[in-house]
């Protein structure tokens, strides 16, 4: 039986995965109604890639015999300026996010959760290589600008990623 204050925290965080997943489909929609097709794909596969998070973290909390207590997911911003700033505004969410998932290890470890702690490792990990591929592409729409060709074929690659399993 899983305890109340992991319980609560794991709760939130599922919330917490559903907001990334509302943020990215919103900036997909922007990136689409600027025409970068390529962006929006990758956006929307990282959003469904969100989803996964959360739904993970649910069979978690139910498997556990916790109670499931979802909450209302805060509405995205619907403009987000240009592509690079999108991305600025990606590596912050997400430096957001493994600042939570961190205090998440820390609090199971703290109650002593084990279970907790080995399923959070599995974020752990995640966290690091989402900061790390965001940080690249953000790296890379520096190097190009937004003006010129370049963008147009970073737009390109990104409309290649594959879609989440
Ligand atoms: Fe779930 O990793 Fe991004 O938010």
């Known amino acids: 039986m899983i305890g109340k204050k992991i319980q609560d ?10 907001h990334s997943a509302q943020l990215y489909l919103a900036m997909s929609a922007h990136c689409e109604g600027r ?21 993970k973290l649910f069979e978690f909390v139910v498997d556990r015999g916790g109670r499931l ?22 590596l912050e969410h997400e ?14 470890r703290a109650e002593k959760d084990y279970a907790s702690e080995i399923a959070l490792q599995w974020y752990v990990t995640e966290q690091i290589e989402e900061e790390s591929n ?21 737009d390109s690659k990104m409309g290649k990623r594959g879609v989440a399993t």
């Open 95 to 108: 430096k957001g996010i493994t600042g939570r998932i961190n205090a998440l290890f820390e609090l199971s």
């Open 134 to 154: 965001v940080g690249q592409i953000l790296d890379q729409l520096k190097a190009v600008g937004e003006q010129g060709g370049g963008i147009w074929y970073l």
């Open 35 to 55: 025409s970068f097709r390529g962006f929006a794909h990758w956006l929307r596969v990282q959003a469904q890639e969100e989803t996964k998070h959360a739904m």
């Open 69 to 90: 207590a979802l909450a209302a997911i805060a509405a995205p911003p619907s403009e987000f300026g240009g592509i690079t700033q999108v991305f600025e505004q990606i």
């Open 9 to 18: 925290a794991l709760n939130a965080q599922i919330t917490l995965e559903q």
